[in-house]
């Protein structure tokens, strides 16, 4: 095992992480195999190792990892960062909660549960696998072909034998497809792109702008840069296309400098049948996912973790599985509402007017959405006499 130290320069910060970036070609052991090291493979390997297991991780991209993402982490996908020893105060910028802004029409709600945070990707995984490294993982960058069969994890170096492979390699997921787990139940495509900008952020909320068909997010993630990321379904429409049809927003982000290149990625709605076999388990983006509008698709995966936990401790992964529909459920049913405004241009009008005249009924989804409350609370809850469908008409007028 050849061993060496990455000089890493995020954030400005020189720092030194120590990573392996050759694995010899002698055979590894490991009681789990994660194959992918993004959010998903490195908290579940960080809570593995937390209750006592030992573990592998295998990525083929090194650090600093990037992804086209929101880059929002919600207040509960905070405190399970927490739970696993990963404190992210002081990094990229706090959220306060989330608003709504349309053509006529905008509405915001607080976070009911704390802050949330913006946080640039390569600065979480900076995060995830330092903590990661000092819980006595190990971690293998740049590791090519990874092939698996049940038992083993082969790679152009070399090979690991386990007693689990846990597939947390992203939406296009190998071992999904090597593990015979490709059965979809459902699956929509949208596509997403972002960018960074050097300005200081002018809202502590994640701003959704909704456009005819697509959606854009500014994330504020530090004090002088913001994220902006597109999602839609129309492959060819690209940010700055997009920003020009949102005036309010292409006035406020005139003449700041773009600090990344324009990154995309699929933003897929998937379900699985199945998430887990003989000798396989699949976790994060690899297990099914849900429309990056939700804002949910790393808190899934940090959720999923703490279930897989569970499940090896009571020797049944039939809890996982369990786990796993539950975890998803709610994000799905939001993205299915929020994908229908996305769908009827009239309806997401009067929706949003109906939110802005009544903007506690926009709170209550965002309480429901970040687990504050649950779905069955929000009708008990809503002040008697609201008729949402007229305060929409009326307002859209
Ligand atoms: C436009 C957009 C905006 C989003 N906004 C948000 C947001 O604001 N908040 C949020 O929580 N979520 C958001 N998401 C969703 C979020 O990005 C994903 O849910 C999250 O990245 C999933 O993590 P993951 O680790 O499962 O997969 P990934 O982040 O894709 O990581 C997979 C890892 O596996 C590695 N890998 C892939 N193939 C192989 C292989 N064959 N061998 C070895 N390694 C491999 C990759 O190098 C990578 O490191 C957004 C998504 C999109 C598209």
Redesign the pocket.
Known sequence: MCATSLISHFSGVKKEIHVILHASKESLKSEICI????????TAALALAQSGRQVTV????RPP?D????????PD?LAALNKLGVTLSGLGSELKGIRFIGAQSQVSSDFPNGLGRGLR?VLL?EQLAARAEQMGVRLLWG?KN?QTERGCVR?SDGHIETRLIVG????????RKQAGLEHFKSEKRRY???RHYRIAPWSRH?EVYWGSGFQI?V?PVSDTQVGV???SRDPHLRLDAAVSRIPTLAKKLAGADPLTPEMG???VSRTLRRVSCDGYVL?????G?VD?I????????FRQSAALVDALNADDMRLYQQAHRKIAAKPLRMAALLLVLDAHQMLQRQALAALAAYPRIFSLLLAVHVGHIRWGRVSGVLEPGIDVAAAGKFQAK
Do not use: W
Request: one cysteine or more; glycine letters at 18%.
């Open positions: 194959v992918g090291g993004g959010p998903a493979g490195l295998v990525d083929c991209a990892i992804k086209a993402c929101g880059e929002g982490l919600l996908s990707r995984h590791v990874v790679f947390a390699d992203g939406q296009k997921s190998s071992v997403g792109f972002r994640v997010y994330t990321a597109l999602l990625s699929l933003s976790l994060g983006d690899s297990s996912s990056a939700t804002g949910e698709g790393m808190c899934l995966a």
